[in-house]
């Protein structure tokens, strides 16, 4: 121990000086001072590597840029929500500069998709169709290599183009305005209340049965109704899409909501998208399940 302790004092490595005596116990003999020095080294190392924890992952912390551009997105957001696109647009275009400054990792080319998706949003609202579908198809290519990292961010991009060529299809023209005006024009709502279309969704279910056999099952569909309580859009999600059944259901929804537009709630913004869980399945089952 008093030759342990000799040897501490009188090396001349800082590092050696700094341990402890009880640090090297190791050592119960006079050693040379390069052979010290190599100890002292080997367990500076093995001591800093026991303080870290090698499963443990470093989560990247967001850039102030990043941090920045969702901040005014969600402002953007409160905006757009009570239909003030100018400032909104005004909100996401300032996103967008942060963005351009933000390290170029996915995280951002994931935020940039988003910001160009949002635009697409307020001029398809708007009615300028030709910027619209300009900024989704560029969203959709700056999101393409990381599609798999935002799938609901891909569809939703998917389904909002698939909405626009609907519009063009069936002449539907928006026209929202940009700036939302202070003056009461109108005693409906930007945006409408659910329940009744709630209500709608729930008589519609009612002409799907047979579309599909076997139990009454839940098939999510997409829709998309428009301020004066048309429906312009209908989309099952998921596999059934593609098939037979999902065709079926998608033409029977659109051939029912004639009967039910007078009961659809009507509000001042062009459109609402919705997504109902239709429980469809054989007739007989459905009567069984519904006595």
Not at 186 to 193: A, F, T
Request: charged share 30%; proline share 7%.
């Amino acid at each position: 121990r008093s030759q342990l302790g000799d040897h501490v004092h009188r090396a001349k490595d800082p590092l050696l000086r700094a341990l402890p005596p009880e640090a090297i116990v190791f050592i119960i003999r006079p050693m040379s001072k390069r052979k010290i020095f190599v100890a002292s080294l080997v367990l500076f190392v093995l001591s800093a590597s026991c303080k870290e924890n090698p499963n443990k992952e470093q989560t990247p912390q967001p850039s102030l840029e990043l941090e920045a551009a969702r901040e005014l997105t969600q402002k953007a957001f409160r905006l757009k929500k009570d239909g003030n696109n100018a400032q909104a647009l005004e909100l996401f275009e300032e996103a967008r500069k942060k963005l351009e400054l933000a390290p170029k990792d996915q995280k951002a080319a994931i935020a940039l998709a988003s910001n160009l998706d949002d635009f697409g949003t307020i001029y398809l609202r708007t009615g300028d169709y030709d910027k619209a579908k300009k900024h989704y198809e560029k969203a959709r290519e700056v999101l393409q290599p990381h599609a798999e990292e935002a799938p609901r961010l891909a569809m939703g991009i998917d389904f909002r183009l698939t909405t626009l060529k609907a519009f063009q299809t069936q002449k539907i023209r928006c026209a929202e305005p940009l700036q939302a005006s202070n003056a009461k024009t109108s005693d409906l709502p930007y945006l409408p209340d659910v329940r009744p279309a709630q209500a709608v969704f729930e008589k519609i279910n009612a002409h799907l049965q047979g579309c599909r056999g076997g139990d009454p099952s839940v098939i999510n569909v997409r829709m998309v109704v428009t301020g004066d309580g048309r429906i312009a859009l209908a989309e099952p999600l998921g596999p059934i899409a593609s098939t037979e059944a999902g065709r079926c259901i998608k033409q029977r929804i659109l051939e029912a909501f004639e009967k039910y537009i007078g009961e659809m709630p009507h509000f001042t913004a062009c459109y609402r998208p919705f997504t109902y869980p239709f429980v469809v399945g054989d007739e007989e089952a459905w009567k069984n399940r519904t006595r």
